[in-house]
């Protein structure tokens, strides 16, 4: 019974929802969510944790500690915040809270009922998402991998649920495909480095990236290699895929440390275009419709739209760095910014018009904005590194 639900839920389409990490396993970033004039008013808030409480874990071992990015499903909104998983009700009132083994910087997947959520110590947990009893675990990596490999490892790999499989990156290097009832491994693929980009999965191929800087293209029920693309530029030092890959309309759209946003051939793996970032990293996975991109950077602080070809449309200065993805809701793109040179510094949440690139309104928050902006119903979903989940309409 429980497989034909998730068979049901894996091909009816979700609206107002976001089950899993960029909304559904290709991974667009676009919210079937109706668009709505929002104004840019915080609704209500949900003390998921205090980061005060695990500041001196966080400098003791290197390992950061937020909320992650929220799924939305059947009226609950699910997240992850330090070792713990929460439910929350549509307004904001918790419903469960379950400690797992570890932390985790994962963004939930919640699929036919069941929760998957990557932890630190090398465990992919599947949860009854109604009451948050664990069904089973599934080793993916040890926790030595796991750990910060700078400052701005700020990601774990989210799973992706497609075809009964769920597919998950890990600390090990390797990306994994695991049976979604069962919690058995059918295959795992080696990359050169840590995985920390969630798999996006279309037309039976797994897309991902490696902190070794190559994006790889892989068959979804075997693991096969079909293709790899190496982002290492010349005279850049850094060249990982710390985002994830966007595929619309058989184009794979990722962005690299290198500087760079890739559109490369899905069957093949040849390079269309790569538009320059001007040596700002960019390590939010773009959103992208109609044959447009938007995705933001680091130390450039700008959202750039670009489009079929990698032509610049518009480019927007936001208030800080973004390293977390924005979401596109009719007419209207979403973007959580940070301050990560400032551990104590503003956040903001940025509502921008997709034909000019102007603000419609900024929200400033009491912390960075690590995890990205969810859309779902009437509502922006987004948390701060506080540690706290917002909900602005």
Request: net charge neutral; charged share 15%.
């Amino acid at each position: 019974m429980r497989s034909t639900i998730l068979a049901l839920a894996l091909v009816l389409p979700l609206p107002a929802q976001s089950p899993m990490f960029r909304g559904d396993a290709i991974h667009a970033g676009v919210s079937t969510a109706p668009s709505q004039p929002l104004k840019g008013q915080i609704a209500w808030s949900f003390e998921a944790m205090r980061w005060e409480l695990y500041q001196s874990l966080e400098n003791m071992d290197g390992g950061n500690v937020w909320p992650t990015t929220p799924a939305v499903v059947d009226s609950r909104i699910y997240l992850c915040a330090g070792p713990f998983f929460y439910a929350l009700d549509q307004a904001g009132k918790q419903i469960y809270r379950k400690q797992l083994g570890g932390r985790s910087l994962a963004s939930p997947a919640v699929v036919g009922g069941i929760a998957y959520l990557p932890t630190e110590e090398g465990l992919l947990y599947a949860l009854n998402a109604q009451d948050g009893r664990i069904l089973w675990t599934c080793a993916i990596g040890g926790s030595s991998w796991l750990k910060q490999l700078d400052n701005w490892d700020v990601y774990h790999s989210s799973p992706a649920v497609s075809g009964g499989l769920v597919y998950v990156g890990s600390g090990d290097g390797r990306i994994y495909a695991i049976d979604a009832i069962s919690g058995k491994q059918k295959w795992h693929f080696q990359t050169g480095h840590v995985v920390r980009a969630t798999p996006a999965v279309a037309q039976g191929r797994v897309f991902c990236g490696s902190f070794d800087g190559k994006v790889y293209a892989l068959d979804a029920a075997s693991g096969r290699k079909l293709w790899e693309l190496n982002t290492t530029t010349k005279g850049m030092p850094w060249h990982s895929v710390q985002g994830s890959c966007a595929v619309v309309d058989d184009v794979v759209y990722v962005g690299s440390r290198s500087g760079f946003l890739y559109a490369i051939e899905a069957a093949t793996g040849q390079l269309r275009w790569q538009e320059s970032h001007e040596g700002s990293w960019v390590p939010s996975s773009p959103a992208v419709r109609d044959g447009q991109a938007y995705v933001g950077q680091s130390d450039g602080n700008q959202i750039v739209a670009v489009d079929a070809k990698g032509k610049r449309l518009w480019v927007h200065k936001t208030p800080s760095e973004t390293f977390a993805s924005p979401t596109l809701a009719g007419e209207v793109l979403y973007v959580g910014c940070n301050d990560n040179y400032n551990l104590k510094g503003k956040g903001s949440l940025c509502a921008l018009d997709i034909k000019t690139g102007k603000a419609l309104w900024t929200l400033e928050l009491p912390s960075s904005v690590w995890s990205s902006p969810v859309v779902a119903g009437d509502t922006v979903y987004v948390c701060d590194a506080n540690g706290k989940l917002f909900a602005v309409r």
